[in-house]
């Protein structure tokens, strides 16, 4: 006859030994998945240029955005954070980054959009 205490540890590694075989079969699962989202970003107004006093250039674009995220969201994802970026050089920086940019979709069917904005951020540089 067993102890209780002797049960209890076979039912806990019984149980923890089920949650890493549960845990990797997620894990594996998940890294099978190979999205293919498209994006597409065109720039169709320069609204205004500005030169500021200081040496900074102030642009406000008109930009039209259509994507298709839909194959990002598994059964792990519960939202998107996506951006849009701004790159470019100067002779102080090798790279700079400005977001011009972001939304967060909060569903599967709202991640295949197409939309006409403007920058939601302003872009000095």
Not at 32 to 55: C, D, M, R, Y
Not at 65 to 79: C, E, V
Request: hydrophobic share 45%; aromatic share 12%.
């Amino acid at each position: 006859m067993h102890s209780f205490w002797y049960r209890a540890n076979a039912l806990l590694t019984f149980a923890v030994t089920i949650l890493a075989l549960l845990c990797a079969t997620a894990s594996i699962s998940d890294n099978l998945n190979a999205p293919s989202p498209t994006a597409e970003i065109q720039v169709l107004n320069i609204n205004w240029f500005q030169k500021q006093t200081h040496g900074n250039d102030e642009v406000s674009l008109t930009l039209n955005i259509t994507a298709d995220l839909q194959s990002l969201f598994t059964w792990n994802t519960k939202q998107l954070f996506i951006f849009v970026a701004a790159e470019y050089k100067t002779p102080k920086n090798a790279l700079n980054q400005v977001s011009l940019w972001d939304d967060i979709i909060p569903t599967k069917e709202s991640a295949k959009f197409s939309i006409h904005t403007s920058n939601k951020y302003r872009f000095v540089y």
